[in-house]
């Protein structure tokens, strides 16, 4: 069975500084997807960025970047330069192979301070 | 391009009546998955279908809840017989193709039982 592990409930970063959010994942898929969305107060669930398995390159998107490290299965997100608009909460995501849902994680609260 | 189309965005309902969520994919998208999001909590996944077909119901819930994507029209989840437990946000999802495209998020229902 998947399973997707987000650590750190909330986080606290200044403007213009870079913050990381932390994504674990188990699978024993050797083709698999993993995404991040960010859900502002608001509450909409907005695309952020996307890895596949298989994809030799970190992907980036951006002020969004990966660092996925496969051997480590971790896929974690870095948002440069943060923004005031930033706040809001992160999931990260996998995919399942079979039928394409998602299986997410708790999520991490990110707070921008000017 | 319009984005994935959810209504009502919110959905007050008393305990033992229906709700009926509506969501309108993407254009020329014709997968639907649908999520639930209890308060303080990630989204996990409910129910996949394509045009007319149940591809995947292992997150609906055994009684009181189905699904429907109509060859015309949008998908619909039906909750009959509502219970405070049902209260969440309700968002759909959609993507292209196939099951390995990214999902595009609706902006939610938040069905609130009285």
């Known amino acids: 069975a998947q399973k997707i592990t987000q650590t750190q409930p909330g986080m606290f970063v200044q403007e213009k500084e870079a913050v990381t959010l932390d994504c674990t994942y188990d699978t024993s898929d050797q083709s698999y997807g993993l995404f991040w969305y960010k859900q502002p107060s608001s509450g909409e669930m907005i695309f952020l960025i996307y890895q596949g398995s298989y994809d030799e390159q970190n992907a980036t998107e951006g002020r969004y970047s990966l660092n996925f490290q496969k051997a480590r299965k971790s896929t974690n997100l870095v948002i440069s330069a943060s923004q005031l608009g930033d706040s809001a909460m992160y999931f990260c995501a996998m995919r399942d192979p079979s039928w394409g849902k998602l299986q997410f994680g708790a999520g991490t609260q990110v707070v921008v301070t000017p | 391009n319009a984005g994935v189309m959810q209504n009502p965005r919110h959905l007050v309902r008393r305990r033992g009546q229906e709700a009926r969520l509506r969501c309108s994919p993407m254009k020329g998208h014709s997968h639907v998955y649908w999520y639930r999001q209890l308060p303080e909590e990630g989204l996990k996944f409910m129910v996949y279908?394509?045009?007319?077909?149940?591809?995947?119901e292992s997150g609906m819930p055994k009684e009181r809840f189905s699904a429907e994507f109509p060859k015309e029209g949008p998908s619909i989840l039906r909750i009959q017989q509502v219970v405070r437990g049902d209260s969440a946000a309700y968002f759909c999802?959609?993507?292209?193709?196939?099951?390995?495209?990214?999902?595009?998020f609706g902006p939610g229902t938040r069905l609130l039982v009285l």
């Open positions: 999802a959609s993507s292209p193709i196939d099951e390995q495209e990214t999902q595009y």
């Open positions: 279908l394509q045009k007319e077909n149940i591809i995947d």
